[in-house]
């Protein structure tokens, strides 16, 4: 039953090809909670060209990164910290993401983009709120999610070799994103609870 639904997405990306990629990744980089492991890896074991589809994933998850730049440099943070639940941005992660901005200036960007669970949302966002050079955030952006993209489509690449390990490796990784939604949700309940409680 598993191995046919992942045959499925397999031949659904056959079928949509660079263009499902792209749009399925630019959803992705901006604030959809798709996560990247579900398109890539699949990609990966399927007919199309793993570099292309790596340079693909990445200028689509690029394009929603610097959508969601524009949109911190536009509503700022106020606005952000009021309405970021429905980007699934909480204060917290916003926060943080700026003070690795301030620590670690444009070497953050491509930590944040090339480092798989990093929250790369928030920091889309931190970076148009703090004014980021938009050139060279853009260059870094890139250069990180292309690396990302091509490190989740060689491990398809090398998985379709046994749909039994390609189920495995995609179960793994949906594993781990899911306990770090729920760790977030958790965090995020508590946090409301301590303001509530101090108020």
């Known amino acids: 039953m598993i191995e046919y639904y992942i045959r499925q997405i397999i ?35 399927s007919s199309l060209d793993p570099f292309v589809t790596s340079i693909v994933g990445g200028l689509g998850s690029s ?22 639940r429905y980007l699934l941005v909480d204060q917290e992660s916003l926060l943080r993401a700026e003070r690795w901005i301030q620590r670690w200036g444009y070497l953050a960007t491509i930590f944040f983009r ?49 749909l039994s390990l390609l189920f495995l490796v995609l179960a793994c990784s949906f594993l781990i994103s899911i306990v770090i939604f729920v760790h977030k949700l958790i965090e995020r309940r508590k946090m409301v609870w301590t303001v509530r409680i101090i108020a």
């Open 11 to 45: 031949l659904l990306l056959n079928e949509l090809g660079y263009q499902g990629v792209f749009i399925a990744m630019l959803l992705a980089g901006f604030c959809a909670p798709i996560p990247w492991e579900l398109v890539l890896i699949p990609a990966g074991a």
């Open 63 to 84: 394009t929603g990164a610097i959508l969601g730049y524009i949109l911190g440099l536009k509503i700022g943070r106020p606005e952000i910290l009021k309405y970021g």
């Open 114 to 162: 090339s480092v798989q669970y990093m929250p790369y949302k928030s920091y889309n966002i931190a970076a148009g709120v703090l004014r980021m050079d938009l050139f060279s955030y853009t260059v870094l952006t890139l250069t990180g999610s292309v690396i990302r993209c091509l490190s989740l489509v060689y491990i398809g690449k090398i998985a379709v070799i046994d």
